[in-house]
Structures are given as structure tokens and as C-alpha cells.
């Protein structure tokens, strides 16, 4: 069972990765909004690599929460508290990034069925002006008879 500095530099860990993910996801927002889908891609690199930190976090750590719930009440009360503290601190993060990341997908859909909106009034328009020229080439094509 993992000692109380593991619990709380376990826990201080996540909130880190939890704290990182909410500025960048907080960055995306603005990338999104100026297009700016060069930077955009770097910034969701980096936001995966910070999850994939936290991934290996709950891989070196599998049975934390159990061990967690068993050593918590065994615990001194500064100790308890500490990690009390910064697993409030988490949620309260993690709470923030998913809302922030629901923004963000929905500002990704809106301007994705914008975009496809905009590319079906070129194709009409395409479609349109083809069909108006070939309703054309027939009277374009004709030849003027002046020996009448």
C-alpha cells in the first residue's frame, strides 16, 4: 500500500495533468474561433501527451483508489486532509476541462456544418452555372446566316 506523500504526490500529479489540460483546452477555444488549425494541431499534441501521462499515472498506480479508501481513515489528519484537499481540487479541475472540452466540440460541429453548408452552395452554384452553359451551347454554337 502506497505511504501518504505517494497518496498526495499521486493525486498532486493528476491535478498538474488536470490543471495543463484546462489551459490548453482553454487555448483551443481561441485557435478554434481564428482558424487557426496549424497551431490547433500541435496544441491537441500536447494535450495528449499530458493524457498519456495520466494514463501511465493509473498504470503504475492500478490499485490506487482501493488502496486509497483503505489506508484514508489510517491516516494522520494534516495528511488526510492534504490529499482531501487536492482530489477537491482535481474534480473542480476536471469539471472545468469537460465543460470546456463540450464548448469546444460543440464551436468544432458548428463550423463543420458550416463548412459543409458553404461547400454544398459552391457545388449548387457549380451545378447551376454548368447547366445554365450547356443550356447555352446549343444557340452559342449556331451560325448567323447573312445571305438572307
Excluded at 460543440?106 to 447547366?131: D, H, I, M, P
Aim: glycine content about 4%; proline content about 5%.
Amino acid at each position: 500500500m502506497p505511504s501518504p506523500p505517494d497518496f498526495l504526490n499521486t493525486f498532486a500529479a493528476r491535478r498538474q495533468c488536470f490543471a495543463e489540460l484546462l489551459d490548453l483546452s482553454e487555448r483551443q477555444s481561441g485557435l478554434v474561433d481564428s482558424d487557426d488549425y496549424p497551431k490547433l494541431m500541435r496544441l491537441l499534441g500536447a494535450k495528449q501527451q499530458i493524457i498519456g501521462r495520466l494514463e501511465a499515472l493509473g498504470k503504475s498506480r492500478p490499485r490506487l483508489w482501493d488502496d486509497w479508501r483503505k489506508a484514508r481513515d489510517t491516516l494522520i489528519p494534516a495528511a488526510r486532509r492534504a490529499c482531501e484537499e487536492t482530489l477537491a481540487e482535481s474534480e473542480m479541475l476536471l469539471g472545468r476541462l469537460l465543460e470546456r472540452e463540450r464548448i469546444s466540440t460543440e464551436s468544432l460541429a458548428l463550423k463543420r456544418e458550416q463548412t459543409a453548408r458553404e461547400l454544398q452552395a459552391v457545388a449548387a452554384g457549380t451545378r447551376v452555372n454548368q447547366a445554365y452553359g450547356d443550356s447555352l451551347a446549343p444557340v452559342t454554337h449556331r451560325h448567323l446566316d447573312t445571305d438572307l
